[in-house]
């Protein structure tokens, strides 16, 4: 399509990336950063321990990790639009359903939708639509698409706590996201079109050369993202848990401690915008290696001190990291395997995100076992660099030659 107005990238990629984007936006402010917020809320009116509260929050990762899956499934038997739409309908029932709970299960139950509708919403069905009308500046797309992520986890909690002080009950915040959910979920809906990947300019090659998921199973490429996927979701929940108890047991003032975080989610949103034109002159690979390290540079930075200086390092280091190696591994399947299959490739990759649940467990174990939390941020930090080190081995699979081919030649 032509590009009058000579934008970075077509104006119908542009739409697509929107209408998308804005979908992964409140996707990712309606689950883990709206059910934060609210949480307190519904442990005094629901009467629940911090340990059933905690649980949810458990089932939530769960069900988000190993439904990643189900997405392929959908997109294979319908398509990737059908799947976003199934997405906003898992969505507007998880919302209701929490806004209807008057005890502890149903709780768990909505959290565990609220997990479905994640995966079937998030990054698989929309990087599948994506690709279609991204034959070109494909890691900018990306990037920007991952971008509305950050920015919704960095936006939500300050809409989730004026909703609730609006409309004056967290019954009546879910029930705004049903609604809202329903309105923009449709308007968005309207727009995306899928582009089969033959259509897409010079993609046949690239159709026919795709690997299929059984294949990619085969290679350690696979697994090596999957390492560096796993450490990251892993210290985003371990983050998530326990720095605030940390800074605060510690001597950090309460405001200095908002705007590290505030700092932290800024480089969230801002790192994979940035990075997507970067990625296309320096490789996945570096791009992958550098978002390891810097995370593991903030997380070193945190088990050592806590001056306004080291928290800024561990902000950028942390958020910046965060998207860097989100999207440097979304990136790196693409370019390894192909587009014909990724959809499966790339849920069954982010199986390896499972794995973040026991971060939050083992920290909180070794911080009761040991009175100290710079243990673990220490052993986060090796853990990345470790990761970084795996990442630094990466190169293009190569295909073994089928039967035919070998008895051929």
Same mark, same amino acid.
């Given at each position: 399509?032509?590009?009058?107005?000579?934008?970075?990238?077509?104006?119908?990629?542009?739409?697509?990336?929107?209408?998308?984007?804005?979908?992964?936006?409140?996707?990712?402010?309606?689950?883990?950063?709206?059910?934060?917020?609210?949480?307190?809320?519904?442990?005094?009116?629901?009467?629940?321990?911090? +340990?059933?509260?905690?649980?949810?929050?458990?089932?939530?990762?769960?069900?988000?990790?190993?439904?990643?899956?189900?997405?392929?499934? %959908?997109?294979?038997?319908?398509?990737?639009?059908?799947?976003?739409?199934?997405?906003?309908?898992?969505?507007?029932?998880?919302?209701?359903?929490?806004?209807?709970?008057?005890?502890?299960?149903?709780?768990?139950?909505?959290?565990?939708?609220?997990?479905?509708?994640?995966?079937?919403?998030?990054?698989?069905?929309?990087?599948?639509?994506?690709?279609?009308?991204?034959?070109?500046?494909?890691?900018?797309?990306?990037?920007?698409?991952?971008?509305?992520?950050? $920015?919704?986890?960095?936006?939500?909690?300050?809409?989730?706590?004026?909703?609730?002080?609006?409309?004056?009950?967290?019954?009546?915040?879910?029930?705004?996201?049903?609604?809202?959910?329903?309105?923009? +979920?449709?308007?968005?809906?309207?727009?995306?079109?899928?582009?089969?990947?033959?259509?897409?300019?010079?993609?046949?090659?690239?159709?026919?050369?795709?690997? %299929?998921?059984?294949?990619?199973?085969?290679?350690?490429?696979?697994?090596?993202?999957?390492? +560096?996927?796993?450490?990251?979701?892993?210290?985003?929940?371990?983050?998530?848990?326990?720095?605030?108890?940390?800074?605060?047991?510690?001597?950090?003032?309460?405001?200095?401690?908002?705007?590290?975080?505030?700092?932290?989610?800024?480089?969230?949103?801002?790192?994979?915008?940035?990075? +997507?034109?970067?990625?296309?002159?320096?490789?996945?690979?570096?791009?992958?290696?550098?978002?390891?390290?810097?995370?593991?540079?903030?997380?070193?930075?945190?088990?050592?001190?806590?001056?306004?200086?080291?928290?800024?390092?561990?902000?950028?280091?942390?958020?910046?990291?965060?998207?860097?190696?989100?999207?440097?591994? %979304?990136?790196?399947?693409?370019?390894?395997?192909?587009?014909?299959?990724?959809?499966?490739?790339?849920?069954?990759?982010?199986?390896?995100?499972?794995?973040?649940?026991?971060?939050?467990?083992?920290?909180?174990?070794?911080?009761?076992?040991?009175?100290?939390?710079?243990?673990?941020?220490?052993?986060?930090?090796?853990?990345?660099?470790?990761?970084?080190?795996?990442?630094?081995?990466?190169?293009?699979?190569?295909?073994?030659?089928?039967?035919?081919?070998?008895? $051929?030649?």
């Amino acid at each position: 399509m032509a590009n009058p107005l000579r934008l970075p990238i077509p104006l119908v990629t542009l739409k697509m990336l929107l209408a998308v984007g804005i979908l992964y936006l409140m996707m990712m402010g309606s689950t883990f950063s709206s059910l934060g917020v609210v949480l307190p809320h519904m442990i005094t009116s629901l009467k629940m321990s911090f +340990g059933q509260a905690g649980f949810g929050f458990t089932l939530l990762a769960l069900a988000a990790g190993t439904s990643s899956l189900l997405p392929a499934v %959908t997109i294979r038997k319908w398509s990737g639009r059908t799947t976003l739409v199934l997405g906003v309908l898992a969505m507007m029932a998880a919302c209701a359903t929490l806004a209807v709970a008057r005890q502890a299960l149903l709780y768990d139950v909505g959290a565990t939708m609220l997990g479905i509708g994640f995966s079937l919403i998030g990054a698989v069905p929309a990087l599948h639509v994506l690709s279609g009308w991204a034959e070109h500046r494909r890691s900018l797309v990306f990037g920007g698409y991952l971008a509305f992520g950050g $920015l919704g986890g960095a936006i939500w909690p300050s809409i989730v706590e004026g909703a609730i002080h609006i409309l004056g009950d967290w019954r009546a915040y879910w029930w705004f996201m049903v609604a809202l959910m329903a309105v923009v +979920g449709t308007i968005c809906l309207l727009i995306v079109r899928e582009r089969p990947i033959s259509a897409a300019v010079g993609d046949t090659q690239e159709a026919t050369a795709g690997w %299929t998921l059984l294949e990619a199973l085969r290679t350690p490429q696979f697994y090596v993202i999957g390492c +560096g996927i796993a450490a990251t979701y892993l210290i985003a929940s371990t983050v998530n848990a326990f720095t605030v108890s940390y800074l605060t047991r510690v001597g950090v003032a309460t405001a200095i401690a908002v705007i590290a975080f505030s700092i932290q989610s800024a480089c969230h949103a801002a790192f994979p915008l940035l990075m +997507g034109g970067i990625a296309e002159r320096v490789g996945v690979k570096a791009l992958l290696i550098f978002g390891l390290t810097i995370q593991a540079l903030g997380m070193a930075a945190l088990a050592v001190g806590s001056s306004f200086p080291v928290l800024v390092i561990f902000a950028i280091g942390v958020g910046g990291g965060y998207g860097t190696i989100f999207l440097a591994t %979304t990136l790196s399947l693409q370019e390894y395997f192909g587009r014909e299959n990724y959809a499966q490739i790339f849920g069954a990759n982010q199986l390896f995100t499972t794995i973040s649940v026991v971060g939050p467990l083992a920290v909180g174990w070794i911080a009761d076992l040991t009175g100290r939390f710079d243990i673990s941020f220490g052993g986060c930090a090796v853990l990345l660099l470790a990761a970084a080190m795996g990442a630094a081995t990466l190169r293009p699979p190569q295909k073994r030659p089928t039967l035919a081919a070998a008895t $051929l030649s």
